[in-house]
């Protein structure tokens, strides 16, 4: 498996250091043409961290991905629905709006998602947000030495006191090459670029 090869020189997940290379400066296209395996990228600024991730498991239409000390990330047609390891983790996402929306389509309108996370003292929380289509436009992006001539969708999501904007890359071949979603007041925004199918 190559792939673990790579996540040992771009693993910087939850335990690195602060100061750990931004992974750009250590992957390369050539190491990635070696990959066999699916693998992407996520990066969570608030929190210093980024990390490459494999799939490890399907349940139906949720994809979860995970680095090479057990952080994962569940996706659901390019939307995260869930997270774990993190420490202010996502425990589940409810956002067929925004799903729809990151493939192409998407409700008209406003629409409803809902995030629920566990406090510091195990007890559950919802957020519900009213979200929309903010925009879309053609927009070619580079990752990792690659280009990709992208559909770009802006979504704006919004509660009270708060407003997120989430972002989606979609290739037309239907990949979602490159996102920035919003998944917590901790965690803050996500970027998770596709960097092998």
């Given at each position: 498996?190559?792939?673990?090869?790579?996540?040992?020189?771009?693993?910087?997940?939850?335990?690195?250091?602060p100061a750990a290379p931004d992974p750009?400066?250590?992957?390369?296209?050539?190491?990635?043409?070696?990959?066999?395996?699916?693998?992407?990228l996520v990066e969570i600024p608030a929190l210093s961290v980024a990390a490459t991730l494999v799939p490890v498991s399907r349940n139906g239409d949720v994809v979860?991905?995970?680095?090479?000390?057990?952080?994962?990330?569940?996706?659901?047609g390019g939307v995260i629905v869930a997270t774990r390891g993190l420490g202010a983790d996502l425990m589940?996402?409810?956002?067929?709006?925004?799903?729809a929306l990151?493939?192409?389509?998407?409700?008209?309108?406003?629409?409803?998602?809902?995030?629920?996370?566990?406090?510091?003292?195990n007890q559950v929380q919802y957020q519900a947000f009213n979200c929309r289509l903010r925009g879309r436009v053609r927009e070619a992006i580079e990752i990792?030495?690659?280009?990709?001539?992208?559909?770009r969708t802006d979504e704006t999501c919004f509660t009270e006191g708060f407003v997120a904007e989430n972002i989606y890359w979609r290739g037309g071949?239907?990949?979602?090459?490159?996102?920035?979603?919003?998944?917590?007041?901790?965690t803050g925004?996500?970027?998770?670029e596709r960097l092998k199918k």
């Open positions: 498996m190559r792939a673990f090869a790579i996540l040992a020189l771009a693993g910087l997940a939850a335990c690195s250091p750009r400066s250590v992957l390369t296209r050539a190491q990635l043409d070696q990959v066999d395996q699916p693998l992407i979860t991905w995970q680095t090479g000390d057990q952080v994962s990330v569940s996706i659901r589940s996402a409810d956002a067929p709006g925004s799903i990151a493939n192409g389509g998407g409700p008209g309108g406003t629409y409803t998602r809902f995030h629920t996370f566990l406090d510091g003292e990792i030495g690659q280009r990709h001539d992208t559909l071949d239907g990949t979602l090459w490159k996102s920035r979603q919003w998944l917590g007041h901790v925004y996500v970027t998770m």
